[in-house]
């Protein structure tokens, strides 16, 4: 279960952003949103879902690297929390609906630039703590 995760999760994002590098560099002032989650904080560590968390956790800190990275090239790098949303992972008792997360998130894509990048940031556009 932890490698499952691990390759989904961090694995997945990683060389997801390496392959599409040279289109993100070709189009210029390009972005990079990546959905992390609440359970990535190690400020708000509750304890428990350790894989789920670790994971989420590495995912932030790769978005927050990339940040840096990237930054001299004019790609910004945002991080989100998409709330608790009623999809098969969220279930029928969550939140918000997908329509919901995905408006917020959306706004929150169209706000990310290279003065906001390196942000976690939750749907309705809040900063997380890290
Ligand atoms: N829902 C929440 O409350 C919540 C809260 C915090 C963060 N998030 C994050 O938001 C994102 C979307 O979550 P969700 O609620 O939409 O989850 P979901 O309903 O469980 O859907 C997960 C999606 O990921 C795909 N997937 C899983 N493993 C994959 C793999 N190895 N390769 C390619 N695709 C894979 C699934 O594809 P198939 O359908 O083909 O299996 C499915 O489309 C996730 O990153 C999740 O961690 C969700």
Redesign the pocket.
Known sequence: MWAETF???VT?VFLTVQALLPNLRAAGAARIAI?????ASHTHASGGSYI?RAS?AAALNLGRNLAADLAPEGIAVGIY?????R????GEA?EISVDEAAEGLIARFAALGPQSTGCFQTWDGHDHPY
Do not use: E
């Open positions: 390759a989904t999760n997945g959905i992390s989650s609440q359970m789920y989420k929390h998409p709330g608790w949303v999809t098969d992972m969220g969550a």
